[in-house]
C-alpha cells in the first residue's frame, strides 16, 4: 500500500483545484493471507469503496445513491473484472520475463481520471509496477483520440489488439470514471471541496556539533493536499539534493502538513546569505514569502548568553549571602551590647540585701 501512495504523488492527473477518481489495486501470485486481487477507491484523498476477488462486490464507505446502486455494482463488475484479467496475465508474463523464482509476487496498478478546473474531463491514465519497482504508464485521451503508453517491459500488440483497448478505454472505462466521479463529488463536497489555509511556521535549530543552523520552513493545516512550498538563497532556489523533507503528511484533522529544512554551516551564515521560504496554495490570493532573519544569529551565541545568565546568578546569589550575613552580624552584636547595659546597670541581689 505505501508504494501505491508514492506512486499516486507522483501521478499528474490530478493538480491543484482538480478532482480525481483514482483506483489502488494489487494482484498477488503466491500463498498469502490477502486476497488475491483486491482494489481501494480513491475520491481525491478520501476512501469511497474497497472490492476483492474474495467477495466480487464493492463495498462503499459511504452511502450511495439508491437508484445508481444497482448500475454501480455492474460497472464495479465489468471495470475490476477486465482489470483483474488484464494484471493477472500481465503479472505471470513479468515474472517469467523477468526470470523471477516462485514465491509471492506483486502487480500493482494506479488507474483513474480527473475533472480540470473548468469541469470537463482530462485523460485517463494508469501507471504500473512489479515487486515495487520497473514501472509502465499508459495514458489515454478521449478528446485527441490516442494512446500514449511507456512500457519498459514491451509486449507487441497488433492492431486488433490495439483496436479492443482502445474501445475499452473509450466507451467503457472514460464515460464510467467520469461519470462515478461527478456523482460522488455531489455526495462528498462538503468534504473534498472545502478550502482551509496553510499555517505556517519558521523553525530554526542550532547544531552543536558544527556550530551551523537547521532552517525548517513548515506548512500545516492546509486542504486541498496540493501546495508549491520552496526555499530560496539569495533569491535562488536551494537545490534539491541540499533539502530534507519535502512530503506531504496527513495530520489527524483530514489536513496535510509540509516541511523542508536546509542545513546552514557556520561559515554561511557569517556570509550572510539571504534565505525565504515561498509557498503557493489554492487557498492563497497571492504568493507566500516568509525571509528567515540570519543575521542576528551568533552561532556561539547559546554558549555566551549561558555563561552571562550563569555569571549573574552567581552574583546576586553571593550579594545576597553578603547581605544577609552582614544583617545577622549586625543584630548579634546589636543583641549582645543590650544584654551588657542590662548587666552594667540592673541591681544585683546581694546589693539589695545590703541595702536592706
Known amino acids: 500500500m505505501l508504494f501505491l501512495v508514492c506512486l499516486w504523488s507522483c501521478l499528474t492527473i490530478s493538480s491543484a483545484g482538480s478532482h480525481s477518481l483514482m483506483v489502488f489495486a494489487t494482484y498477488t501470485i503466491g500463498q498469502t493471507p490477502f486476497p488475491e486481487f483486491s482494489v481501494v477507491l480513491m475520491l481525491d484523498d478520501l476512501q469511497i469503496g474497497y472490492y476483492d476477488s474474495t467477495t466480487w462486490s ?201 516541511r523542508k529544512s536546509l542545513v546552514i554551516s557556520a561559515e554561511e551564515i557569517h556570509e550572510a546569505h539571504k534565505y525565504n521560504c515561498t509557498m503557493k496554495h489554492l487557498n492563497l490570493d497571492n504568493k507566500l514569502d516568509i525571509i528567515f532573519d540570519t543575521d542576528k544569529y551568533d552561532p556561539g551565541g547559546s554558549f555566551s548568553l549561558f555563561v552571562v545568565i550563569s555569571v549573574l546568578v552567581f552574583m546576586c546569589v553571593a550579594v545576597l549571602i553578603v547581605t544577609a550575613l552582614i544583617i545577622w552580624r549586625k543584630r548579634r552584636a546589636a543583641g549582645q551590647g543590650s544584654e551588657t547595659s542590662q548587666s552594667k546597670y540592673s541591681p544585683t541581689p546581694s546589693s539589695m540585701h545590703d541595702e536592706n
Open 58 to 258: 464493492v463495498l462503499n464507505r459511504s452511502q450511495s445513491f439508491s437508484k445508481y446502486q444497482d448500475e454501480e455494482k455492474s460497472d464495479a463488475g465489468l471495470i475490476f473484472h477486465a482489470m483483474y484479467d488484464s494484471m493477472k496475465g500481465r503479472a505471470f508474463y513479468l515474472k517469467d520475463h523477468l526470470n523471477h523464482t516462485d514465491g509471492v509476487h506483486v502487480h500493482q496498478r494506479l488507474a483513474g481520471c480527473a475533472l480540470l478546473n473548468d469541469d470537463k474531463p482530462g485523460v485517463v491514465q494508469s501507471m504500473d509496477a512489479f515487486d515495487g519497482q520497473n514501472m509502465e504508464e499508459f495514458t489515454f485521451d478521449m478528446e485527441k483520440d490516442y494512446i500514449q503508453m511507456k512500457k519498459p517491459w514491451l509486449i507487441t500488440w497488433n492492431e486488433i489488439q490495439w483496436l479492443s483497448v482502445k474501445l475499452l478505454y473509450g466507451k467503457i472505462c472514460h464515460p464510467v470514471c467520469f461519470k462515478t466521479l461527478r456523482r460522488y463529488l455531489s455526495m462528498k463536497k462538503n468534504n473534498v471541496m472545502r478550502k482551509v489555509k496553510p499555517r505556517v511556521r519558521l523553525m530554526r535549530k542550532k547544531l552543536l556539533d558544527s556550530q551551523g543552523l537547521r532552517i525548517s520552513c513548515l506548512a500545516t493545516g492546509f486542504y486541498p493536499r496540493h501546495i508549491n512550498l520552496t526555499l530560496f538563497r539569495d533569491d535562488r532556489p536551494v537545490d534539491d539534493d541540499q533539502i530534507t523533507g519535502g512530503q506531504i503528511l496527513p495530520n489527524g484533522d483530514g489536513t496535510y502538513q509540509m
